[in-house]
């Protein structure tokens, strides 16, 4: 009497579901914490929940399968309780969940398939999943994020940010108000808002827009096509990879109700720095800043600073951070075609103007780079660095991405799926 009484409370407390690979499991309703993992069966699926006391929960009326085998899953367990609701699902599945109140979401294990999670308010953790679409979203709240292979879209409200792991996708949108960390991102197409900037170890792109309204931004790695826009008192520090062809970064124009600051200590924090290794090759920038300076290694002659009230500093030219021979080839090849004068626009802005044309064999990446900074109220420099130099200071100063850093593997162009 007593075993039969045990059975049927077990079969109260989980509640198991047939169903086959590539079909679909719909959660809703409310819980304080769910996880979604993955199972070693291929055609079922379980659902399960307990109190934080370890009491367990009724769920024999939570679930139920359509017939084409789409799991539905909707939860009452009681908030005050601290509940946390369990389903396990077969690897090859795609997920869907739908939370109206506040609900931290754990997606353990490997997933194969398309993953979908909305809550109102609480975290999002999903560790590695396989597919083609990855949606994330919290209205207050942090995402983190193992391993994505396709396409991901992350919202993050509040101040809980972001934290990505390795992601390989070709379209990739990330929209935090706290900070974004990244340990390892590629795309084809990148759109990247975050209101308190951004600290990557790897990022590529070869259509990347990241909009960074605020915070102490640092790329220890970047390749590809990317478009910075700074806002407010944000910094940006970038380590060029071989692979970077274009990188353009602007700042935003202060409005009337947020003025530029003028202590010394916020326009420190405005700092734009571009690091370039010794062997990337031949360069073509064009600078303006508050002062524009160049390191000796990349320009023979570096800018003269604006005379006093002239406005920002604006240097156009092409540099190299190559070695001595290609550096010599260089320097020929622009003696034929380049003019150089200094002149004063209608702004009283200073020009030091040196065009070239064309051509020319890049380092890592088989062409020219093109290196645009628009922030007159910052102080623009561009020096020369390798990436181990960059990952030492980052290791000293407590790491720009989350976790720990990407391994030379990871640093190659990755294959985009």
Not at 152 to 179: D, I, Y
Not at 210 to 232: F, H, K, M, T
Not at 384 to 406: D, H, I, L, N
């Amino acid at each position: 009497m007593l075993t039969r009484s045990l059975l049927a409370q077990a079969r109260r407390a989980a509640s198991t579901l047939a169903t086959e690979p590539g079909r679909t499991l719909f959660v809703s309703g409310s819980t304080p914490r769910l996880v979604v993992r993955t199972n070693m069966e291929t055609y079922l699926a379980s659902v399960m929940a307990s109190q934080a006391g370890g009491g367990e929960v009724d769920v024999s009326g939570w679930a139920g399968s359509d017939p084409t085998g789409d799991l539905r899953v909707v939860a009452a367990c009681d908030a005050a309780g601290g509940g946390v609701t369990t389903v396990s699902v077969p690897a090859s599945f795609n997920i869907e969940v739908a939370m109206g109140g506040a609900c931290d979401v754990e997606v353990d294990g490997w997933i194969e398939g398309t993953v979908a999670v909305a809550v109102s308010r609480g975290s999002i953790v999903v560790n590695t999943v396989r597919g083609l679409l990855t949606t994330l979203s919290t209205g207050e709240g942090q995402v983190r994020v193992k391993h994505i292979e396709g396409n991901l879209r992350v919202l993050a409200g509040g101040a809980g940010g972001v934290e990505l792991g390795k992601v390989m996708g070709e379209e990739v949108e990330v929209a935090s108000e706290g900070v974004v960390q990244c340990r390892a991102l590629y795309s084809k197409r990148l759109d990247l808002a975050a209101a308190g900037g951004v600290r990557a170890s790897v990022l590529g792109s070869e259509a990347g827009e990241l909009r960074l309204s605020g915070g102490c931004s640092a790329i220890d790695s970047s390749e590809g096509d990317l478009s910075v826009r700074l806002g407010g008192a944000a910094s940006l520090d970038v380590q060029a990879a071989e692979g970077l062809r274009r990188l353009c970064v602007s700042r935003d124009a202060p409005t009337p109700d947020q003025p530029a600051a003028a202590d010394d200590a916020a326009a420190d924090a405005a700092d734009v720095v571009v690091h370039f290794p010794e062997a990337f090759g031949a360069l073509r920038a064009d600078l303006c800043g508050a002062s524009v300076e160049i390191d000796p290694r990349l320009s023979p002659q570096p800018p003269a600073p604006p005379a006093a009230g002239a406005g920002p500093a604006h240097w156009t030219g092409s540099l190299g951070a190559g070695d001595a021979a290609e550096s010599d080839a260089h320097e020929r090849w622009l003696a034929g075609r380049t003019e150089r004068k200094m002149d004063r626009s209608p702004g009283g802005v200073e020009m030091f103007r040196e065009g070239s044309g064309g051509g020319g064999g890049g380092g890592g990446g088989g062409g020219v780079c093109e290196l645009t900074v628009a922030a007159p109220a910052s102080t623009v420099r561009v020096d020369v660095q390798s990436w181990f130099e960059q990952r030492m200071k980052t290791a000293m100063s407590g790491g720009a991405g989350s976790g720990e850093a990407p391994s030379l593997r990871e640093r190659r162009p990755q294959p985009y799926r």
